[in-house]
């Protein structure tokens, strides 16, 4: 099965800044999502990176907060934008494969300082 | 509104007994459902699913049954192992095929 990283691992920023996660996949996957897990809270699908297009975002995840890129069929960005302490998350990115079977990497643990 | 719900925030087990996690949903249309597993630093990782045209899936010392009537499912582990003591999570797909997590349960399973 294919493999997937995310970089960085973690990470501790200021209040104010951006900062962009990457994910790469070893192989070409045709759907990636990104999902935010709270403290304490379950997984929160953010989008669905389309290749080629723009991202597609779920309700209460917006553009110019979450920009996501999609370049090609392995690789991703996520962005997080003008952070507060309230952004203090793990942050994944995943691949889906039939039947909705996703598989995740090993996530970005943010803390907004 | 949480469509599935995990109610119990953590479970302690003793080696070779059963664990059994429960999970609750809303949604009646809800047809598919899968339970992941995720330890400390690692992303989850896919365990086992279940269609709701079944009532039970088996896979090794992993079993998931399925109560369509009272939207419940459950994953029963036997043996319980130290190994086994992660963070489960249940998820269900909604319509538009995005999945909806619970919020976890944290299993220690002790020697």
Redesign the interface.
């Known amino acids: 099965s294919a493999v997937?990283s995310q970089k960085p691992?973690r990470d501790i920023c200021q209040r104010g800044t951006s900062l962009t996660i990457q994910c790469q996949v070893d192989s070409q996957v045709t759907m990636m999502f990104w999902y935010r897990q709270q403290p304490?809270?379950?997984?929160?699908?953010i989008a669905?990176a389309n290749q080629g297009s723009e991202a597609t975002y779920?309700s209460g995840f917006v553009i110019d907060k979450f920009p996501i890129s999609r370049p090609n069929l392995t690789f991703s960005t996520l962005t997080v934008s003008n952070m507060s302490p309230e952004d203090s998350s793990i942050y994944?990115c995943?691949f889906g494969t039939e039947?909705?079977?996703?598989?995740?990497?090993?996530?970005t643990?943010l803390t907004v300082t | 509104d949480q469509q599935?719900k995990q109610n119990s925030p953590s479970l302690s087990v003793q080696e070779g007994r059963i664990s059994i996690l429960n999970c609750d949903y809303t949604n009646s249309m809800f047809d598919?459902f899968?339970w992941?597993k995720k330890y400390p630093?690692?992303?989850?990782?896919?365990l086992i699913?279940i269609s709701s045209i079944k009532d039970k899936n088996e896979d090794g010392r992993f079993t998931v049954f399925l109560n369509k009537s009272a939207k419940h499912l459950s994953l029963h582990i036997v043996p319980s192992q130290p190994g086994d003591s992660a963070v489960y999570?249940c998820a269900t797909?909604n319509q538009g095929?995005?999945?909806i997590?619970?919020?976890?349960t944290e299993l220690s399973v002790k020697p």
């Open positions: 997937i691992s304490g809270q379950s997984l929160t699908l669905t779920e994944l995943s039947p909705y079977e996703q598989y995740f990497g090993p996530g643990r | 599935v598919y899968l992941y630093a690692e992303g989850p990782t896919f699913s999570f797909r095929g995005k999945l997590f619970g919020q976890g």
